[in-house]
């Protein structure tokens, strides 16, 4: 009779067990391996990892089949699992140096048929939702630059009339440092007759209201002063359906007064049109001069039988009469009609002339 083939118990158990891995880890659509945490060597890859790195790679050192080094790779897990941290697991991401792809990877020590602990690692590729996450990133720095580096003052107010947040130019047209702005009330920072006309404008905006987004009123910064500016809102809702307005503000207070400079300037020609005397003329002009240039003294000279005499003047307490001889060498104003060009002279306390 011939002999039967005889056949371990415990290696035929090990082997159907190492099939039930096999087929189980095959089943999974991401890469997995184990390997022997004293050797590196690679004890089994499922068919994605084979995929990826090569069906040959069993027996191979794990640092060089994944990251193509000669050694124990210098961020190996092994002491988060291991020792002390046996039964833990342990979630890191990490970009392969060799496939340049971004995985997130879930490491774990198991108990491998033959009851020895070996590294088990699941690696989920993450590689588009890095790109997401930087695309988004660069888009949220580029946002904040343009935002910060605004000409307009960029603020968002909540529902309780509170900032919470604004840019370093708001804080420039507000006079106050950020920290002082944000979580106070915005209607602090309005003068009086300005108050009830944004706060109108505000909750019947909150409200859903069709009211114009762009108007204009004053501000009062810190240090007292009043400001013109045009504000630009919207209304919008945050993630958690929150509503905000989201404003840009910007200050027209040099642009207010060039238009009612101008305006003077063009009301002063019509009316000098229609004067009828000399003396009108006089007093039209320095009106003009007053509200266009905003000087407290001023003076009208004309040229009588070669002497420059002070015809009309605004601003001096006492009664003047001024005669400059124009062959002489006293008189700021007899050097402008002797040549014809302006003068600007910082302090005429240090001029000889004056």
Avoid at 73 to 78: A, L, M, S
Avoid at 106 to 112: F, H, L, M, Q
Avoid at 209 to 216: D, F, G
């Amino acid at each position: 009779m011939k002999g039967r083939e005889r056949h371990d118990p415990k290696e035929q158990e090990l082997k159907e067990e190492l099939e039930r891995l096999r087929s189980l880890f095959d089943g999974i659509d991401e890469p997995i391996y184990v390997s022997d945490p004293d050797t590196y060597e690679i004890l089994f890859a499922n068919k994605k990892l084979k995929e990826t790195f090569g069906e040959k790679i069993l027996g191979k050192k794990c640092y060089k089949v994944f990251q193509n080094l000669n050694k124990p790779c210098p961020f190996c897990t092994n002491k988060y699992i291991f020792g002390e941290n046996l039964g833990k697991t342990y979630i890191w991401e990490f970009q392969n140096r060799k496939n340049k792809r971004w995985y997130r990877c879930i490491d774990r020590a198991i108990k491998w048929p033959g009851g020895k602990y070996v590294r088990y690692e699941m690696a989920i590729d993450v590689t588009e939702h890095k790109l997401s996450d930087e695309i988004l990133r660069e888009r949220e720095e580029l946002f904040r630059s343009i935002v910060e580096n605004s000409h307009n003052g960029i603020l968002i107010i909540d529902d309780n009339f509170r900032f919470i947040y604004v840019n370093d130019e708001l804080s420039r047209i507000l006079g106050y440092p950020k920290e002082e702005i944000i979580g106070q009330d915005f209607r602090k920072f309005l003068d009086r007759e300005s108050k009830a006309l944004v706060k109108d404008r505000y909750l019947r905006r909150q409200r859903g209201e069709n009211v114009p987004s762009t108007y204009e009123f004053k501000i009062v910064q810190k240090n007292g002063n009043k400001r013109d500016v045009r504000i630009k809102s919207t209304v919008i809702k945050d993630r958690q359906g929150r509503v905000r307005t989201v404003a840009q503000i910007l200050d027209i207070t040099e642009h207010k007064l060039f238009e009612e400079r101008l305006s003077t300037i063009n009301m002063y020609g019509q009316k000098l049109n229609a004067a009828k005397s000399l003396k009108e003329i006089y007093r039209l002009t320095l009106d003009a001069v007053k509200k266009t240039l905003g000087f407290e003294h001023a003076g009208f000279l004309i040229i009588e039988k070669n002497v420059l005499r002070l015809a009309e003047y605004r601003g001096y307490p006492e009664p003047l009469d001024i005669k400059l001889p124009l062959n002489g060498r006293k008189g700021i104003t007899v050097r402008v009609v002797k040549t014809g060009k302006p003068v600007c002279i910082s302090d005429v306390r240090k001029e000889k002339a004056y």
